[in-house]
């Protein structure tokens, strides 16, 4: 069965810093890894995916996310922090192959990021 | 054009009442899920819809719980004798295809008092 470990429940950053996310998984083959980010009573909204080539994925708000395969790691990055990236960060992961359940994300337990002005 | 739409938004129940979700896809996407969300918790899956193919129900917690699906369409999530453990936000997603980037709507966040 694949997991997700976000191994923190909280990260705080000021605004204008670099960002990280972490994000670790466990899945038997080359995972399928996805970035949501949910602001407060609002659904999730998709930020990026990786499913194979660079493991630099670009995603949307200048976010983007590092996937390496020998650590089993997809943390999220952005250059320079903004107070409006303040907000609840998931990360997900999907088996690649076919077959019952590989169409079900996992999800970790979520990030909360809070950008200090 | 138009994301995944749910209702209600938000929905106050009593314990032992019977609830009904309703998701709305985006228009094309085959696929749809359901997943639940716990205070403080990740997202666990519920229910997946794939066409007219057959429902893998294997998420549901308990046979209180069941959901249905209209063509490629409208879905329902049913929560019958509802208890307080219930309480939960209760989020669909679509996607093109099974294995497509999913898509989700606001949710429905439901308080069984």
């Known amino acids: 069965a694949q997991s997700v470990a976000q191994p923190e429940d909280q990260v705080n950053v000021a605004e204008g810093n670099p960002l990280t996310v972490k994000c670790t998984y466990s899945?038997?083959?080359?995972?399928?890894l996805f970035w949501y980010v949910q602001y407060p009573n609002r659904g999730l909204q998709f930020l990026l995916k990786?499913?194979?080539?660079?493991?630099l994925v670009k995603g949307s708000y200048g976010f983007e996310a590092e996937f390496n395969k020998s650590q089993t790691s997809f943390h999220l990055k952005k250059p320079s922090a903004l107070v409006s990236d303040s907000a609840l960060y998931f990360c997900?992961?999907?088996?690649?192959?076919?077959?019952?359940?590989?169409?079900?994300?996992?999800f970790g337990k979520g990030t909360k990021l809070s950008v200090i002005p | 054009g138009a994301g995944v739409s749910q209702s209600p938004s938000n929905k106050v129940t009593e314990k032992g009442k019977d609830v009904e979700l309703r998701c709305d896809p985006i228009?094309?996407?085959?696929?749809l899920y359901w997943y639940r969300q716990r205070l403080g918790q990740g997202l666990e899956f519920l229910i997946y819809?794939?066409?007219?193919?057959?429902?893998?129900k294997s998420g549901l917690p308990s046979d209180r719980f069941s959901a249905e699906r209209t063509g490629e369409s409208v879905s329902t999530l049913t929560i019958q004798r509802t208890q307080q453990e219930d309480s939960a936000v209760y989020l669909c997603?679509?996607?093109?295809?099974?294995?497509?980037?999913?898509?989700f709507g606001p949710g429905t966040r439901l308080l069984v008092l």
């Open positions: 990786y499913i194979t080539g660079d493991n």
């Open positions: 899945v038997s083959g080359n995972p399928y």
């Open positions: 997603a679509s996607s093109l295809g099974r294995r497509e980037t999913q898509y």
């Open positions: 997900a992961v999907r088996p690649p192959e076919s077959g019952a359940g590989s169409y079900q994300l996992t």
């Open positions: 819809f794939q066409g007219n193919s057959a429902p893998d």
């Open positions: 228009s094309g996407h085959t696929a």
